[in-house]
């Protein structure tokens, strides 16, 4: 009995300071965790996990690249410019971001709301803060290359800022541009060809600097780079907007649906590049895999597998680790650990191919009658 009465005396004390607890300085989280067991985002104040509490993942890293300039392939920009933004709401570093743009897009007289760049006719401005790492004659193969690696002494001009990874690393690389055969466009040449971006891939991997890396490309037969050249045996996971003979497509494009806002005269993005990115924005990155996201981006990208308008999203390289988290590679947003997701696509209504793109950004820029200018 009497030890039946200290027990009751004791959890009525604890009861009672947790109560005062929860009065004086915020609510009382009763959870019992295990040692170095996470407490929720939420009792964080939605703040993401810092690199050294996510045990065993090291630094996450990204390059991001567009490769085309003229307000034109504005969606190009566009498109690497919203990629940001979803990596810094994930928690990577600015400093571990690496961003190439010729930047001629924003500030452009054909742009009709100056200083702004949108990757959805409804979305937000994606420009803002978004690093002018590499700009204009920057916007290099050398300087990829050179960043890739890491190498600061063979970079010319920019900030110089490099992937300056270790063994436990994550990299994740994104491009967005035209390409053909074998190739990749740069906005200043010479361009990125297979062969040379293989043989990159392979130096990074010799020099033992990170863990795994995953890219994601989009261009026109973007299959042919990767087809038949990418080993197997480099923890490197390739996806690919279309396989090595087809163009890959344009969306948000004038006269479409959906489309732009009537002032713009060229697409807002391209539909493999917006899936995935609309796709991570509407997910728990701690639990989509990154098959998940392959296959959520190929229905899509394919209209549904029907192939009526659209292109085959591929996937080259290291297939072994396609079941671990997004996170790893885009980092996490909290705004999203309890997330309810909602289909922002509902059937692809119309799209274009790249090279039509340019032919229709073309087209409506002759029914603009006050402008003259060359882009």
Known sequence: MAVCRCLVVLVAALAAAAAGAGTEEGDWDPVIRMPGEEEPAAARGGEPLDEEEDDGVGTRWAVLVAGSSGYGN????????????????????EENIVVFMYDDVANSVLNPRQGVIINHPEGEDVYAGVPKDYTGEQVTAKNFYAVLLGNKDA????????????????IFIYYSDHGGPGVLGMPNLPYIYAGDFMKVLREKHASNSYAKMVIYVEACESGSIF???????????????????????????PGMIPSPPSEYITCLGDLYSVSWMEDSETHNLKEETIKEQYEAVKER???S???????????????TFKGEKLYLYQGFNPENADITYKLLW??????????????????????????????
């Not at 010319?156 to 800022?161: D, E, L, V």
Request: proline share 2%.
């Open 74 to 93: 504005y969606r190009h920009q566009a498109d690497i410019c919203h990629a940001y933004q979803i990596l810094l709401k994930g928690g990577l570093k």
């Open 155 to 170: 970079v010319t001009g920019g900030s110089r800022k490099v992937i300056n990874s270790k063994p436990n690393d994550h």
């Open 227 to 253: 087809e038949g050249l990418m080993p197997e045996d480099l923890n490197i996971y390739v996806t690919t907007a279309s396989n090595a003979e087809e163009s890959s497509w344009g969306t948000y494009c």
């Open 301 to 303: 990208t394919s209209d």
């Open 305 to 319: 597998n029907s192939y009526g308008a659209g292109s085959h999203v591929m996937e080259y390289g290291d297939k």
């Open 346 to 375: 509902q059937g692809q209504k119309s799209v274009v191919n790249q090279r039509d793109a340019d032919i229709l950004f073309l087209w409506k820029r002759t029914k603009i009658r006050d402008v003259f200018i060359t882009v």
